[in-house]
């Protein structure tokens, strides 16, 4: 699923890039394409106008010669007077803006000068011995070739720059003189370029001579000549993009170029940033919802993916259920950021385990689940060891050291359930029967735990068929440490069965506490504690307190009204009464349960804290809700000798008890070592087999008559 997920994301990129890509090689094609065909077009339109000009300028200058040469031959040349030059003049009239002047030199010197502005400036100029070699060159050029010279462009007399057309004039292949011809070279020039004349040069090519006109050599570069027909030269017309030109078009082309590559990269930029974040994005929110927060494990989500998988795929796996034992005294003594930071540090030397075969997942609060992808049970056990290891050293938190330890239960897949609810549910038996006996151990899920199971089934069975009338209320004594006296009496729900044997207390509780028979159960030992302790005042001078344990399913109005009702229609003094409260999340709405706490209180009842330190008990609630006692849970006094950090707690509770001003009670003593413990503690009471059982009502009074007997 994730891999065609990630194939479906790539083919997206590359589309995505295909598409890209493509645009900027359409982008690039379209501009060079526009571009070279604009160009192509504008250098036609240049050639054809600057070759339709040529001949137009060229024919009125040959056209114009040809004029002249008509007259001179009509004359004679040796006839031509200044009189029927004047008269020529005057009746022709010469075309071409760029005409300058004209001159007709007999035998080659200058004899009759015709001007548009100025006089006779050159007459007499010898053209065929001038002493300018570029004259004297081209006038035997055109004499020897019989063809049309051009001479320039170099200053005239007159100013400004000058081109002249020379013609021969022969009579029978004698040479008889010179036609002259000048025109503006800048205005021809001017008008040759109309267009773009920065950008095309065009020339005027002789086969013999080279350029004739114009500035660009006749190289490859020219990109166009065509002939230009004339009677008398062999000309060309040459029309040379410039490097200019070539340069401009290329930076043109280049900007265009890199206007599109530079929006090509900013698609795929723009486009690879969104790709690569909604991956990056996708990826972090994959992160967050399949691992843990706190310790950055995989978490429930990523275990029922992954093993999900290997069940699947038919993989054999060893499922290790793992909890800490005692973790909820860090949170309640050393606080919750405390208690973090130990999971934090548990988790970090966990996934230092984590190997191909060997996956770590947080379950929740203080469990973790481990999955040994291997059917070898010594390899398990030597990864299981590495686990145990890392509780070996006690962990050094914010400088203080704490021992701590885990129970794991294993369950084999598919031999111990068919998928993983199955299987957590049994390495969870597993793991509690550990807890229940020695804690810190691993067992491997075995028949008898299902045996148990079942058992626990057939219990529930049973257990229907009893009624609440059915239940005695054994009482166990409560005792004064310091004076050894007995002071009251915790009332305690005893079921046998048929047999006599005791059907075990707390099974009981638990099953009537699912079934939501337990308020039932809780009324009718109030109303048994009552006719005891009437029965206890009626005998006895001294008063005894009876406490009695209710549910925290049955704290809620109806049933302090019950107490109320009960306790005033036996007229006993609420002074008497304790009741035992235990926390569970009934406590999360510590509003609620303060308000219903003091009600009690109201009544005159006392309140004791039972349980103290074990399940969801904190330290916090000592201050906030209405205790008289607190009931220290006999886990703590049983192991203060093994555990330090119990012992250690032990104290703390005691302190903030006689602080809040709150007695105190540690339940479970069972030898006198734990005893005189609890009496350098500084505890108020103590209730154990150490004194006596919980015993049926009449064996307690024994213990009462001793009692008084003592005085
Ligand atoms: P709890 O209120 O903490 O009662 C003390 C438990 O410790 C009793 O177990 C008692 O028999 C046992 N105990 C006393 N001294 C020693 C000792 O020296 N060593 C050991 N190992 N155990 C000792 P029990 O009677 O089995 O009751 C279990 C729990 O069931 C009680 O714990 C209480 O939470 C609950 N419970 C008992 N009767 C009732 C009842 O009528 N209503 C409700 N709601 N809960 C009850
Ligand atoms: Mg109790
Ligand atoms: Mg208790």
């Keep these: ?370 999955v040994f992808i291997t059917e070898e049970r010594d390899s398990i056990i030597a990864k299981l060891d590495n686990i145990f290891d890392i509780f070996k050293t006690p962990f050094d938190i914010n400088g203080s050291k704490h021992q701590i330890s885990i129970s794991v239960g294993v369950v084999h897949y598919p031999n111990d359930g068919a998928n993983l609810d199955e299987l957590i549910k049994h390495a969870d038996i597993v793991m509690y029967d550990i807890k229940a006996q020695y804690k810190n151990t691993y067992s491997f899920f075995e028949e008898k735990y299902l045996v148990e199971l079942y058992q626990k089934i057939e219990f529930q069975q049973k257990l229907d068929d009893y009624q609440i009338s059915d239940f005695e209320v054994f009482l166990q004594p409560i005792i004064d440490v310091k004076t050894n006296e007995v002071k009251g009496f915790e009332g305690l729900s005893r079921l046998f069965d048929k047999d006599g044997k005791l059907i075990p207390t707390f099974a009981v509780i638990k099953r009537y506490e699912q079934d939501g028979k337990i308020t039932n159960l809780d009324k009718h030992v109030f109303h048994q504690i009552c006719k005891y302790l009437n029965h206890i005042n009626k005998e006895c001078e001294k008063e005894y307190f009876l406490t009695f344990n209710i549910s925290p399913l049955s704290l809620n109005n109806d049933y302090i009204e019950y107490l109320r009702r009960t306790v005033n229609s036996y007229k006993i003094n609420p002074k008497l009464i304790i009741i035992e409260v235990i926390e569970t999340l009934g406590f999360k709405d510590i509003r609620i349960s303060i308000e219903l706490l003091n009600k009690i209180k109201d009544i005159g009842f006392k309140i004791a804290m039972d349980d103290f330190g074990m399940g969801y008990s904190s330290l916090s609630y000592l201050a906030k809700l209405p205790f008289d006692i607190i009931k220290i849970d006999k886990s703590f006094v049983q192991t203060y000798e093994s555990d330090a950090f119990n012992k250690t707690i032990l104290r703390t509770i005691q302190e903030i008890s006689e602080t809040l001003n709150l007695e105190t009670l540690v339940e479970g003593i069972e030898t006198q070592k734990q005893l005189d413990f609890v009496l350098d503690l500084g505890t108020n009471y103590y209730q154990g087999y150490l004194h006596s059982k919980p015993q049926r009502f009449d064996e307690i009074m024994k213990i009462i008559r001793k009692e008084e007997a003592k005085k």
Excluded: C
């Excluded at 240049?46 to 137009?56: G, K």
């Excluded at 040479?175 to 021809?188: A, E, M």
């Design 1 to 370: 699923m994730r891999e065609k997920r990630i194939i479906a994301k790539n083919i997206g990129f590359i589309i995505g890039t295909l598409i890209a890509t493509i645009t900027f090689f359409i982008g690039v094609f379209f501009v060079m394409s526009e571009n070279m065909e604009s160009r192509k077009q504008t250098l036609e339109l240049e050639t054809s106008n600057n070759v339709n000009h040529y001949n137009l300028v060229l024919h009125t200058i040959f056209h114009n010669i040809l004029v002249i040469e008509t007259y001179v031959n009509t004359v004679g040349i040796d006839n031509i007077t200044q009189e029927s030059f004047d008269d020529f003049v005057e009746f022709i009239n010469f075309e071409g803006e760029d005409f300058v002047s004209f001159s007709i030199a007999p035998s080659g010197i200058i004899e009759f000068y015709y001007s548009k502005d100025f006089g006779e400036g050159l007459i007499g100029y010898d053209l065929v011995n001038d002493e300018r070699e570029y004259v004297r060159t081209a006038v035997e050029y055109a004499i020897d070739n019989k063809v049309i010279v051009v001479n320039g462009p170099f200053e005239l007399i007159q100013g400004d720059k000058g081109l002249v057309f020379r013609k021969p004039l022969f009579d029978e292949d004698e040479f008889v003189g010179l036609i002259n011809f000048v025109v503006d070279y800048d205005l021809l020039a001017e008008s040759f370029n109309s267009n773009d004349a920065k950008t095309i040069y065009t020339s005027i090519y002789d086969e013999n001579k080279g350029i004739v006109f114009g500035d660009a050599e006749y190289t490859d570069n020219i990109h166009y000549y065509e002939k230009i027909d004339l009677e008398y030269v062999n000309w060309s017309i040459g029309i040379q993009i410039s490097s200019e030109f070539d340069r401009s078009e290329i930076l043109k082309s280049a900007y265009l170029g890199s206007g599109f590559t530079l929006l090509y990269l900013l698609i795929m930029y723009l486009w690879s940033n969104y790709y690569f974040k909604t991956r990056a994005l996708l990826s972090y929110q994959n992160t967050l919802i399949k691992y843990d927060n706190l310790t950055s494990l995989p978490n429930r989500r990523l275990l029922n993916e992954e093993t999900n998988q290997l069940i699947e795929d038919g993989v054999p796996f060893y499922l290790g259920f793992g909890d800490l034992d005692n973790f909820k005294n860090i949170n309640d003594v050393l606080g919750h950021t405390i208690g973090d930071q130990y999971l934090s540090f548990v988790a970090k030397q966990f996934d230092k385990l984590v190997e191909n075969n060997l996956r770590i997942y947080r379950w929740g609060g203080d469990e973790f689940i481990f």
